[in-house]
């Protein structure tokens, strides 16, 4: 990637960051470009440079959430470490990151209300890509032995349920820091699959 496609990828980044806060602040339609590029010390034009509207602005930040959770999982599937301990930080990074980026998956959690057509493709896509990567690796858990034989589909939802409800209760200004919480939510999920001793 060329310096000038770096920056405009940093630059993308940063107004989205900055308009998914004010769209969960205001809400999706009280929110409008002008209030974006005010927060961010921008002119409209500016804005309007990178993203074509408001619409797409919030299409490309929840494909960007997604396509970053699915390169997390696929870093972690080349370590050199045990499928337990894969899915462990596979699991813990998930959480982690919804944590962080709270504002943009509360807006991603009902894609229909947003979207429709080929936008509303896409995102179920990469939403079904990364359920498929965490069957891959409860598969391939189960298949070495190490997780119980499951229905790798509902199991799956279990977790993924569960994890990203998180955002729903988690309060950072809670007893538990966002590690903290994500390191005890993961023990938790894995013993769903943990073998019986």
Request: glycine share 4%; proline share 2%; charged share 30%.
């Amino acid at each position: 990637m060329s310096l000038r496609a770096q920056k405009t990828a940093k630059k993308k980044e940063e107004i989205v960051k900055s308009a998914i806060s004010i769209i969960t602040e205001k809400g999706y339609h009280n929110t409008t470009m002008e209030d974006i590029a005010a927060k961010l010390l921008m002119t409209k034009g500016s804005v309007y440079y990178y993203f074509k509207d408001k619409h797409d602005l919030l299409y490309q930040s929840y494909k960007m959430l997604l396509e970053s959770s699915i390169n997390t999982v696929a870093d972690i599937q080349r370590e050199n470490i045990s499928v337990e301990d894969k899915l462990s930080k596979v699991m813990t990074a998930h959480i982690e990151y919804l944590i962080a980026e709270r504002s943009g998956f509360e807006t991603g959690i009902n894609p229909e209300q947003f979207f429709e057509g080929n936008k509303l493709k896409s995102i179920l896509d990469l939403r079904s890509k990364y359920a498929s990567e965490i069957d891959r690796l409860i598969i391939e858990g189960i298949d070495s032995n190490v997780f119980a034989p499951v229905d790798v589909k509902i199991v799956r939802n279990i977790i993924l349920g569960a994890m990203n409800w998180v955002i729903r209760w988690y309060s950072p200004e809670g007893e538990m820091r966002g590690e903290e919480m994500a390191s005890s939510i993961t023990k938790y999920l894995l013993r769903i699959l943990k073998q019986n001793d």
